[in-house]
């Protein structure tokens, strides 16, 4: 039993035989699958976009409707843009001068008044009194006056004869002196009188437009009311304050030196609609350090009544007219590899490609300084799918050509289409 034993402790352990290979197998299958997967959708993805590609632009392909537009000659403005307040050439706040009652409100409000018109009236009772008083007074000194000159021609005949003496002589002169600087006092306080008297019928200093009144027939007012009666605002002429750069500042100056009239077109909040015409007064002696800017003052006729004072409006400023130049439409300018271009349209129904220099930018129309003749045709709208030799056929400008172009951003003329169908792809 023993030996048993031993003979099987001694017997050596059996070695597990090798896994299978089916899943190398396995992982080279999914690896043809994908490879044969991933070709398969770089085939798709080049045919799905050289198909679109010849569909829109491409020479042989249909043709792109478009707006066009003519290269035009004549005048383009340098124009200088600003925002600016409108403020009066007068504001007077009708105070009165004298303490009363106020008996009497003649203006109404909003209306149009004259230099000298009467506004207001104020209890002239005490002030006639005072007046009557004054004269009266005057009327007594200059009879005690002239009794005192009457003296002194006597006194002065005795004293030539030794019958009075000299001291009595001397006292009626400086009694006649006296009498005479008695006289020029109330003949002053008559005046006063008579300027008091006069500021109880309060009339208009200028031309202008009243407002609203501040106090009510009935009250009792003083020079000290800070409110005043009413305020009263020149609307013709009228100015508007502006600011622009410094570094316009040596332009505007030597345009004003030149004695050159440089016209102001002020417009409404949006920057639309024209409110006046005007021309330009000055600008201020000093420059804004905090700011960089330089206040400039225009001058309005304002005949039609379009601008008041504190009104916020947009001004552009005429600085200089280039005349006789080639012009395009601003919808029409491409920038992209080239640079500055448009698509000049052919005679044959295509486009190419056309580098241009441009020049000064005035609203809708640019100058261009070379590059494009007078009369020549230029897409203006549709060029997001153009490129050089693309096929055009031309549509009627609708309203909303203008700002659906002014709208378009960078375009390449070598990749306008290939972009714009990769962009439709990814949104399907």
């Known amino acids: 039993m023993d030996q048993k034993v031993g003979t099987t402790s001694e017997r050596p352990a059996t070695t597990p035989a090798p896994p299978a290979t089916r899943g190398s197998g396995l992982r080279t299958s999914l690896v043809a699958v994908l490879s044969l997967l991933v070709v398969a959708a770089i085939v798709w993805w080049t045919k799905h976009e050289s198909a679109p590609q010849q569909g829109n632009g491409r020479a042989g392909g249909a043709p792109v409707s478009v707006v066009l537009g003519t290269v035009g000659k004549g005048d383009i403005g340098i124009n200088l843009s600003a ?47 005072t007046l009557a008083q004054a004269k009266g007074q005057l009327a007594r000194d200059e009879a005690l006056l002239k009794g005192a000159q009457v003296d002194l021609t006597r006194y002065q005949n005795l004293a030539a004869q030794n019958a009075v003496p000299h001291q009595q002589l001397d006292t009626q002169v400086a009694l006649v002196a006296q009498d005479q600087g008695t006289v020029e006092a109330d003949k002053a306080a008559v005046q006063s009188a008579e300027v008091n008297l006069q500021y109880c019928h309060i009339v208009s200093p200028l031309d202008g437009r009243v407002g609203l009144r501040q106090v009510d027939q009935g009250n009792y007012v003083t020079p000290g009311d800070a409110s005043g009666i009413v305020v009263i605002t020149q609307l013709q002429p009228i100015s508007v304050l502006f600011t622009l750069p410094e570094d316009n500042l040596q332009a505007v100056a030597k345009r004003l030196h030149d004695g050159a009239t440089l016209p102001v077109t002020a417009y409404d909040r949006s920057g ?65 590899v080239p640079g500055t271009f448009v698509y000049l349209a052919n005679d044959d129904g295509t486009v190419s490609v056309r580098k241009v220099q441009l020049g000064i930018t005035d609203g809708d129309r640019v100058e261009v300084q070379s590059g494009l003749d007078p009369n020549q045709k230029i897409v203006i709208d549709g060029a ?45």
């Not at 007077?92 to 149009?112: A, M």
């Not at 350090?289 to 504190?310: M, S």
């Open 83 to 129: 925002l600016g307040s409108v403020t009066s050439l007068g504001t007077v706040t009708i105070k009165s001068q004298i303490s009363g009652y106020l008996n009497r409100i003649v203006f109404k409000e909003g209306d149009e008044v004259k230099k000298g018109d009467l506004i207001a009236e104020i209890d002239s009772r005490p002030y006639e009194a």
């Open 272 to 336: 639309t609609t024209k409110l006046a015409e005007g021309t330009l007064g000055t600008f201020d002696s000093q420059i804004d350090q905090t700011t960089g800017t330089i206040k400039l003052r225009a001058q309005f006729p304002n005949e039609a009544r379009t601008l008041y004072p504190n009104q916020f409006v947009n001004v552009k400023l005429l600085l200089d007219t280039h005349k006789g130049v080639t012009t395009i439409p601003t919808a029409g300018v491409q920038r992209g």
């Open 384 to 428: 997001d799918k153009l490129r050089e030799g693309a096929k055009i056929v031309a549509r009627p400008a609708t309203g909303t050509d203008a700002g659906a172009s002014a709208a378009k951003g960078t375009t390449d003329p070598s990749k306008a289409g290939g972009q714009k169908h990769r962009s439709d792809g990814a949104q399907k």
